[in-house]
Each structure stands twice: as C-alpha cells, then as structure tokens.
C-alpha cells in the first residue's frame, strides 16, 4: 500500500465477548500493516440500531476509504451502506448478512463475508438431538429477531428438531443478551416444566439460562453458538453439551483483508465469502 489506507470496522456491543476478540484480532491484525489506519467502533449493547447507523454515518463524514460492517439489523443499515457505497467508500458485511432483497432495490451489491449459519446451527443442534428421545419437549432461545444470522441460526436448529421428532414448545429472542435470556429462560421453564432440552442462538444468552439452572440445582442438556470465554468453564464441566466456534478473532480479519484488496485492485465487491466453523464439544 503506497498511501495510508483508513479501515472502519463498525461492530455491534463491544461489552460482547464475541465482539471483544473480533476488535483484538483486527487490532492485531492492523499492526502488521503501517498503510493501515483501523478505526473500531460499536455500540454498548446488542440492539442499538439508531447508534450504530450513526457510527456507520460518521464514518462516511470523516472520507474513510471502507467500511466492515457487522449490523445489529440486517433491514436498518442498509440505508446508511448505501449511502457509503454512493460515496465512493467500499463496504464488506460480515457475520450478519444485510437484507439482499432492499440493497438489490437500492441497486447496491455488497460483499458478504462470514460463516454459514444454517449449518453450523444445525451441527451443533444435532449434538443436543442426539441425547433426547422422540416427542420430548424443547425450546429455543432466539437472537435479535431483526438480524439475519438469528434467522438462520433458529431455522439451522429447526431442520434438526424436525428431523429428531422433538416438539419445540417454545422459541423466543432474548436479543443475544444474558439477562434477557436468563429471564426469558425462567417464563419458558415456569411455562413447560416438561422441557427436556434448550437451544440457545450463541453463548451469551446460554450463560443467561445456566445461571437460571444453577440457581434450581437442576441442569438441562444445553448448546450455544461463538466459543465464547466466558463459555469454557461450562464447557469443560458439561453443563453446555457443545458449541460453534465462527472464529470471532479473525472474522473481522477476513473483512478487511477483503476490503483491502478491493480498494489495491480497485475491483468491485460483490459475492459471498464463507468463512470457517468448528463444532466444539
């Protein structure tokens, strides 16, 4: 690079600890790149959409050369992808796809660039699956419902209930948070004491609903979704079956080093890049 290129990488809460590895590896990443400005940014909490448009806006105000985009949801930042994308600035969606259907309307394409949901939904699902019997009760705690990843993690989970003859009797969005979930956990289980297993959309809201389950002394069989840290120690003792691991450290990495060579080669973005998971159990 012969100039200083300036990366934004436009996150959802950095008090995540998905989203606190995501910016330590690209922070990582940038240091071996002096042509590489990188400026991380995110909002405080999972469902800040009118934030998190504003960063995305503030960015294209301060002429950065592109934009890695991770959106709280998939339908409210499009508009302001496109109006980077008409300000000349490329921009790469990773982890949660944007709404195809508006930017195809807008006449914008944009790369995407992350895991395969759907299936890595479904492997991990099909560890819990595994360890029930047919027609047992289960339920699922859902992501923000407004994010494409939440969709295509729920329905990754469905494929394999359905598959198992499992009858789902609940499935609600806790909106990634613990808490929420650790609330939404308590209805469902107060609702249908009969619940034999649960499936949570990542780890943050899983921790929500082992804590609930600590606090009775009585343990579901559990999966969750990101590898998190704060997810290990359940791991390692079996209260949470299994999980995904989408490589949050290097997913932003994978954005940006595509942005990177688009902005080198001047060539337009476009496509979808799957990235990596590994079941982990």
């Given at each position: 690079?012969?100039k200083?290129i300036?990366v934004g990488l436009?996150?959802?809460?950095l008090?995540a600890?998905?989203?606190?590895a995501?910016?330590?590896?690209a922070?990582?990443?940038a240091?071996?790149?002096?042509?590489?400005?990188?400026?991380?940014?995110?909002?405080q909490?999972q469902?800040?959409?009118?934030?998190?448009?504003e960063?995305v806006?503030?960015?294209?105000?301060q002429n950065?050369?592109?934009?890695v985009?991770v959106?709280?949801d998939?339908?409210?930042?499009?508009?302001?992808?496109?109006?980077?994308?008409k300000?000349?600035?490329?921009v790469v969606?990773?982890?949660?796809?944007l709404?195809?259907?508006?930017?195809?309307e807008?006449?914008?394409?944009?790369?995407?660039?992350?895991?395969d949901n759907?299936?890595a939904?479904?492997q991990?699902?099909?560890?819990?699956c595994?360890?029930?019997?047919s027609?047992?009760?289960v339920?699922?705690?859902?992501?923000?419902?407004?994010?494409d990843n939440?969709?295509?993690?729920?329905?990754?989970?469905?494929?394999?209930?359905?598959?198992s003859?499992?009858?789902l009797?609940?499935?609600?969005p806790?909106?990634?948070?613990?808490?929420?979930?650790?609330?939404?956990?308590?209805?469902?289980?107060?609702?249908?004491?009969?619940?034999k297993?649960?499936?949570?959309s990542?780890d943050?809201?899983?921790?929500?609903a082992?804590?609930v389950m600590k606090?009775?002394?009585?343990?579901l069989p559990v999966v969750g979704?990101?590898n998190?840290?704060?997810?290990?120690?359940?791991l390692k003792d079996?209260t949470?079956?299994?999980?995904?691991d989408?490589f949050?450290?290097?997913?932003?990495v994978?954005?940006i080093?595509?942005?990177?060579?688009?902005l080198?080669e001047d060539i337009?973005t476009a496509g979808t890049?799957?990235?990596?998971f590994?079941l982990?159990?």
């Open positions: 690079m012969s200083v300036r436009v996150m959802k809460s008090q600890d998905f989203f606190k995501m910016q330590a590896g922070k990582e990443f240091k071996s790149y002096p042509d590489l400005e990188l400026l991380c940014v995110g909002t909490s469902t800040e959409v009118t934030v998190q448009i960063l806006r503030a960015l294209i105000n950065v050369d592109a934009i985009l959106p709280i998939s339908k409210a930042l499009v508009a302001p992808v496109v109006e980077a994308v300000a000349g600035i490329k969606n990773i982890d949660i796809r709404d195809e259907k508006l930017l195809g807008a006449g914008v394409v944009v790369p995407f660039v992350g895991p759907y299936t939904a479904y991990v699902a099909r560890c819990l595994e360890t029930l019997q027609n047992d009760e339920a699922i705690i859902e992501g923000l419902s407004s994010a939440a969709y295509q993690r729920k329905a990754g989970f469905m494929q394999a209930i359905n598959e003859h499992l009858k009797v609940a499935s609600q806790a909106d990634w948070e613990t808490a929420k979930a650790a609330s939404v956990f308590t209805d469902i289980w107060e609702q249908y004491p009969g619940i297993a649960l499936f949570c990542n943050a809201m899983a921790l929500g082992l804590g606090q009775r002394g009585v343990y979704f990101d998190d840290a704060s997810i290990q120690t359940h079996g949470l079956l299994a999980t995904v989408i949050s450290a290097q997913l932003a994978f954005g080093e595509h942005a990177l060579k688009s080198v337009p890049i799957l990235t990596p590994q982990i159990k």
